[in-house]
Structures are given as structure tokens and as C-alpha cells.
């Protein structure tokens, strides 16, 4: 549910970028080379680029500087607060929104040539409805480019790298408990498989070009979370932690 995600990201931004400090550039996670290496968008140079669950905003910042047309989007007031004063940093200009990007009200159909998002569909409980947008606001011929966990990830033990779960046990994750300052937290999440990020994709409408399951058994630049939390490096060398896809809206449109 949405609230619980904004409850999590508003007490965590903080201690999460201080934790990551994740440099500007566009990225895709834990165990992937970054958009410089990998080249699945081409020159931004003059389009319009959104970025869908934005957090630190340092992958728009890239897209900034690279000199796209930039808006993004996070639920997270605290996040974007992050954002606003990095985009100051860097001198950049970017459209910022809070919302929730199930729905991307604040955003005209047909306007967009890329929509990135790295790392943030995996908090979301319909991803059909968040397709949909997104293929709402693409023109013809726009890309969707993202990233989430790569499935297999949550299914291993990272320290006894034995399998934990069931690669079949999808829908609703949560962790709930108490940090050691005494206040209580709840940790929710969506678990899919590729099929079903695959078919999801295609019941929106799209066409899928490309899935990517980068080679994480070497350390990439650009990735802060390597050795991080279930990031250790003796798992990132059995199975990646991250996939992308790239797609676009199906010819015809
Ligand atoms: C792990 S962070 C990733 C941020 C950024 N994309 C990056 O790679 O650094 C996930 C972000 O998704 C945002 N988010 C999660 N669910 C959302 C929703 N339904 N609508 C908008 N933002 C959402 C969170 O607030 C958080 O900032």
C-alpha cells in the first residue's frame, strides 16, 4: 500500500543517502553497470525525460546535465526535499512532483520520449495501473527503461547462500519490527516473476526489446549498494540482483 511505502521512504531517505551516497549518473542497481556502459537510451539530448520514483534524483541530474528536458516523480516528501537541494547543487533544472506514480496525473499524454525509473517499481502493488500511465504519457516510438530486483535475489540467503523462499511466492513482502531506538518500522514490498513483469508489461500494451540480467560477479562503477545489506559480494557472484527492461509502446499506436 502506498502509504506504508511513503511512511517507510519519509523515515528513511535520510539514513538511506547518507548510508548509499550514490553519485550523479544514471544507474540501475545493485551489481549493474550504469547508462554510460550500457547505452539503452541513446543521446537524451533535447527529449523529454521522466523519472518515475525519482528518490535523490541523481539519475535525473545526469539526465539533466546531459541536457534532457527533465520532470520526476517520488511520493517521498522527503526524498524529493533530498532532490530539490541536490538539482541546486548540481545547477540543474528539473520539474519535481509528489505524487504516486501509479497514476501520473500531473503528466500530459503523448509528451514524453523516455521514462526511466530505476529501483522503485518494486514498491508498487498494481503494476498494471503503473504501465498503463506510463504508456499513457510516452509519444509513439517513446522508451520505458527500468530496473527492479531481479527476482532470484530474494529467493537465496545471502549469508548462507541457501535458497530462503519460493521463486513462486509473489505479491505482498513486508518486514515489520522495532529499530534499536525503540520506534517500529514496517518494510512492504511486491514480489513478481520475470514472467510476470514480462506478461504485465505486454498486457499494457508494450513491446518488449530487451531484458537484462547484468553480470554481477564483478564490481561495476557506480554501484554504491555493492557489499550493502543482501548485496554481498559471494551472492552477486551466483545470481544477479538486478534486472532491466526496455520497451516501447507497441507499433500501431
Ligand atoms: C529505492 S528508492 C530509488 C530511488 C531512485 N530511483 C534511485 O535509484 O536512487 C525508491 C523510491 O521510490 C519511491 N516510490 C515508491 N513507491 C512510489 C509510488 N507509488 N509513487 C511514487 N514514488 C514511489 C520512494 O519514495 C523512493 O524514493
Not at 504516486?100 to 498494471?128: E, G, M, T
Not at 541457501?162 to 509473489?170: G, P, V
Request: aromatic content about 12%; charged content about 30%.
Amino acid at each position: 500500500m502506498t502509504k506504508e511505502t511513503k511512511k517507510w521512504w519519509e523515515e528513511t531517505s535520510a539514513w538511506y543517502q547518507a548510508e548509499c551516497k550514490i553519485p550523479i549518473g544514471v544507474h540501475y542497481g545493485p551489481g549493474s553497470p550504469d547508462e554510460d556502459k550500457l547505452k539503452l537510451m541513446g543521446s537524451v539530448k533535447g527529449k523529454k525525460v521522466l523519472e518515475i520514483g525519482c528518490g535523490g534524483a541523481q539519475c535525473s541530474i545526469s539526465f539533466a546535465k546531459m541536457g534532457a528536458k527533465v520532470s520526476a516523480i517520488d511520493i517521498s516528501t522527503e526524498q524529493l526535499k533530498f532532490a530539490k537541494k541536490l538539482a541546486e547543487k548540481n545547477r540543474v533544472k528539473i520539474g519535481f512532483y509528489q505524487g504516486d506514480i501509479r497514476k501520473l496525473k500531473q503528466i500530459r499524454s503523448n509528451s514524453q520520449d523516455v521514462v526511466f525509473s530505476a529501483f522503485a517499481l518494486l514498491y508498487v502493488d498494481d503494476l498494471l495501473k503503473c504501465f498503463k500511465e506510463v504508456r499513457r504519457v510516452l509519444k509513439k516510438g517513446g522508451l520505458f527503461v527500468f530496473s527492479v530486483d531481479h527476482p532470484f535475489h530474494r529467493t537465496l540467503d545471502s549469508k548462507k547462500l541457501k535458497l530462503k523462499n519460493s521463486y513462486f511466492d509473489t505479491g505482498k513482502y513486508v518486514d515489520a519490527g522495532v529499530r534499536p531506538d525503540g520506534s517500529s518500522y514496517k518494510f512492504v514490498m511486491y514480489y513478481h516473476t520475470v514472467s510476470g513483469l514480462y506478461n504485465t508489461l505486454k498486457k499494457a500494451d508494450f513491446e518488449i526489446e530487451a531484458i537484462l540480467e547484468p553480470d554481477s560477479r564483478k564490481r561495476h562503477k557506480m554501484d554504491p549498494w555493492y557489499g550493502l545489506w543482501d548485496y554481498s559480494p559471494r551472492l552477486l557472484k551466483l545470481i544477479p540482483s538486478t534486472i532491466i527492461f526496455k520497451c516501447k509502446p507497441r507499433s500501431g499506436r
